[in-house]
């Protein structure tokens, strides 16, 4: 990546924030969301996926604030040009999905499609997954963080916090529960990236895609990252004597071994115009969220597979208005559309202020695919506790959803990793969300 196109932006209050969507509305600090938060347990905390306005899409302005505020606050905080990660992202999960645990080329999809073929394409059914990977922490002592010191105090028990985790130990968890199920498209949330070193930091502790990926090729099956959303990228330095860095990203895989049935296209992915940033001791943490999407065939017939990670904070207008733009964008299309992600919208519960969400996406003509199957069941899938420890689990909200569009038929709609049995061999949940598993017949009529 030629370094005219790494961008480190240093950030204080009022000053440059990068991303391509701006800020509207007003600001929100840490701890009116910590107040204000009736929604998510877990996520009331300054969430790296969060964003909140008051930020002019003046770039100007923000250059001329950026000189105005040369405080010592501006080194604690660097938010870096996604640009990079996501291309590093992308060439490594290409490479790790290229290859199966003992280093052999993976099976050429196209070889699968002629099987599938030979053998007379007959089932036009679909199986599709969300599952958030769970960072490794809430965030809570970053939001509670008061003075520069303690931010960076916070940074490095927010570091320790997510490596006690272990992130690839969970990875491998939820690998497992993708090869019992075989989804042919999974819509992953906080797939994430842990790096420390000097600015921008590059040493990677965890990398949850690549582990996962690895995980199901010892396992057997093949899948690769064919979409990746970036989200916030910040880093920031530790008492421990280098910088954190964390990015986030949503991902799109697909299944591509010998018995893959799904040709996926046109892939597809997009930020918010709206997005909410949230103000600490060093200065606003913006972030990027937004949505992925690929459009898949089996047996003739065509899809729109979509996947998100929607704002968890207050004020949830922020939300809504992502909601909005995700309908508008994402399903402008003329295909049957499925999408499955993480909305921190709650299904369940008319009282909470994250249902307007809810309610707008099903007055919008979609379709909830846990409803229509199991109308008196909950189906919770959030939240554990934040260390993943809690001897029972704490699953209570419906926030991951598989919403549809189109005459789909829901043979099948199940949770995933919410079992005693589900737990790593060190006794974690596999994620603070239960994963949520559907398998869709497909409107329409097969190709001949």
């Known amino acids: 990546m030629p370094k005219s196109n790494t961008l480190v932006a240093l950030l204080a209050t009022g000053v440059l924030l990068t991303g391509s969507g701006a800020a509207v509305g007003g600001t929100v600090t840490a701890a009116s969301a910590h107040a204000d938060m009736g929604g998510v347990p877990g996520r009331e905390a300054i969430r790296p996926t969060s964003p909140d306005p008051a930020v002019s899409r003046n770039k100007h302005t923000g250059r001329n604030r950026q000189r105005q505020h040369k405080s010592q606050s501006q080194k604690l905080l660097r938010v870096v040009n996604l640009n990079e990660s996501v291309s590093d992202t992308q060439n490594r999960s290409s490479r790790q999905s290229s290859q199966d645990a003992h280093g052999l080329q993976r099976v050429d999809s196209r070889k699968g499609e002629s099987a599938a073929t030979a053998n007379g394409c007959t089932d036009p059914d679909v199986r599709v997954m969300t599952q958030n990977m769970y960072v490794g922490s ?25 490596l006690a985790s272990n992130p690839d130990e969970r990875a491998a968890a939820v690998a497992r529960e993708i090869a019992r199920d075989k989804p042919d498209l999974v819509g992953l949330q906080e797939a994430d990236i842990l790096r420390t070193g000097s600015p921008p930091a ?46 986030e990203r949503s991902v799109v895989l697909a299944r591509v071994d010998a018995f893959r049935r799904v040709k996926v296209s046109n892939m597809q992915v997009q930020t918010y115009a ?36 929607l704002e968890p904070t207050p004020p949830f207008t922020i939300q809504r208005a992502q909601a909005q733009e995700l309908v508008a964008s994402a399903a402008n299309t003329k295909l049957p559309v499925v999408f499955a992600g993480d909305f921190n919208t709650t299904a369940n519960g008319q009282q909470n202020p994250t249902f307007p969400t809810y309610q707008f996406l099903l007055n919008s003509g979609l379709i ?13 899938t959030c939240c ?22 189109g005459d789909f038929d ?39």
């Open 138 to 162: 809430d965030f809570q002592a970053i939001s509670n963080a008061k003075t520069p010191a303690e931010f960076v105090a916070a940074v490095t028990l927010t570091y320790q916090n997510i």
């Open 274 to 309: 709206i997005q909410q940033v949230l103000r600490s001791p060093v200065g606003p943490i913006a972030s990027r969220a937004g949505w992925a999407s690929v459009d898949a065939t089996v047996c003739g017939r065509t899809f729109r597979f979509v996947t998100t990670h």
């Open 368 to 380: 909830d695919a846990w409803s229509k199957e199991h109308p008196s069941e909950p189906g919770s």
């Open 384 to 405: 554990q506790a934040p260390d993943l420890r809690n001897p029972v689990s704490a699953l209570s909200l419906r926030i991951d959803l598989v919403l549809l569009r």
């Open 410 to 448: 829901v043979k099948d709609i199940h949770l995933v990793g919410e079992e005693e049995s589900d737990r790593t061999p060190s006794g974690l949940w596999p994620s603070d969300h239960a994963g949520v598993v559907a398998t869709l017949k497909l409107p329409g009529k097969t190709s001949t």
């Open 202 to 247: 590059t040493n990677v502790k965890s990398d949850q895609l690549n582990a996962l990926l690895a995980a199901l090729n010892r396992l057997g099956q093949h899948y690769e990252a064919v979409a990746i959303v970036p989200e916030l990228d910040a880093e920031a330095p530790s008492t421990l004597g280098f910088d954190v860095r964390i990015s």
